[in-house]
């Protein structure tokens, strides 16, 4: 796994490893920190040690190329978890949400939102995207941007720093210091004589920073509303946002079953037995077309997160109250 910083990759690496230690497996649960060097030398380790498969949510996309090398000539099969790893044939399976679906369900949230905030058209909306390394921030941008880009072509969005490119509105680590700081400074140069209406944000905790941002440039006081603010990952501090009023959505990607279904994965690897994928043309990593098992995605705002959270028995209804 990449880094604890995040809620979501502790909760991912405590349900695999609680998943496979119940069906009998001995596992070995690394996190990185973020350091992709530290990453590279626990896969070499897991290799020498001969580790019977692999699951790994690359840091880098790319840089695991030089390790897993080794993985292939050892036999050691190799699942890319939630992210795609790049430029290597030595990935076998690739489990995930649907990334391009979670995009589009930002978009749209976000139009929804600013149709309902009675904010006047144009729309003044700035773009986030994720870490320019993690292949999935791709397709999360150009889902959303399928829904977007009509309403920037006619006039309905715009977008007042002019910072539309990819690489340019990209959070590297999707660190939310990083994307607090941009926002302050879209803010500074962009605003002084208008308002933020919308933000597309990938991330619970790019939302957050931005938010940050926004809150101390005056917005969410003194009648100044906040924009509508998008998300991903359903992170407990963002939910609360979200019933709070301010964190407009999130995107909700029950990582339990993202799980289940690597676990099954193993189980069938371990077999010998056919492996259960539902995409084998999407998702092409530059050296081949990597086998996929596609999960379902689910938009969540105030009006249905808490059900959709307790009907999922993600949350307790006493982990929601502010």
Do not use: H
């Not at 995040?6 to 609680?18: F, M, N, P």
């Not at 977008?159 to 990819?166: C, K, L, N, Q, V």
């Amino acid at each position: 796994m990449p880094t604890k910083t995040s809620e979501r990759w502790i909760k991912d690496g405590d349900y695999i490893k609680q998943a496979l230690e119940a069906a009998g497996y001995q596992v070995n649960l690394q996190y990185a920190n973020d350091d992709i060097p530290t990453q590279v030398t626990q896969v070499n380790d897991m290799v020498t040690k001969k580790n019977q498969v692999m699951v790994i949510a690359s840091i880098d996309g790319t840089a695991l190329a030089g390790a897993l090398k080794d993985a292939k000539s050892s036999g050691v099969p190799v699942i890319a978890y939630d992210r795609l790893i790049r430029s290597t044939d030595a990935v076998d399976y690739y489990t995930t949400f649907d990334n391009y679906k979670v995009g589009v369900l930002q978009g749209t949230s976000l139009l929804a939102g600013l149709a309902a905030s009675g904010a006047a058209k144009p729309w003044n909306v700035e773009l986030f995207a994720g870490s320019p390394d993690d292949n999935n921030a791709g397709f999360f941008f150009k889902g959303a941007m399928s829904v977007l880009q009509p309403k920037i072509d006619d006039g309905t969005i715009k977008i007042a720093s002019g910072e539309t490119d990819f690489n340019t509105v990209a959070t590297l680590r999707w660190d939310a210091a990083v994307a607090k700081k941009r926002m302050e400074n879209i803010l500074t140069k962009s605003y002084s004589t208008a308002d933020v209406n919308g933000v597309l944000a990938p991330y619970d905790g790019i939302s957050r920073g931005v938010i940050a941002a926004l809150k101390g440039a005056g917005y969410g006081s003194g009648g100044k509303k906040l924009p509508i603010v998008t998300g991903q990952d359903a992170e407990l501090e963002s939910v609360k946002s979200i019933l709070g009023g301010e964190q407009y959505s999130t995107v909700f990607k029950d990582t339990r079953k993202l799980a289940e279904a690597t676990v099954k994965m193993i189980q069938e690897i371990a077999a010998k037995s056919t492996v259960t994928v539902n995409d084998t043309k999407t998702y092409e990593n530059g050296v081949k077309t990597v086998p996929t098992m596609l999960l379902e995605p689910v938009s969540c705002d105030k009006a249905n997160c808490k059900q959709v959270l307790l009907d999922a028995k993600y949350y307790t209804e006493d982990q929601l109250k502010a």
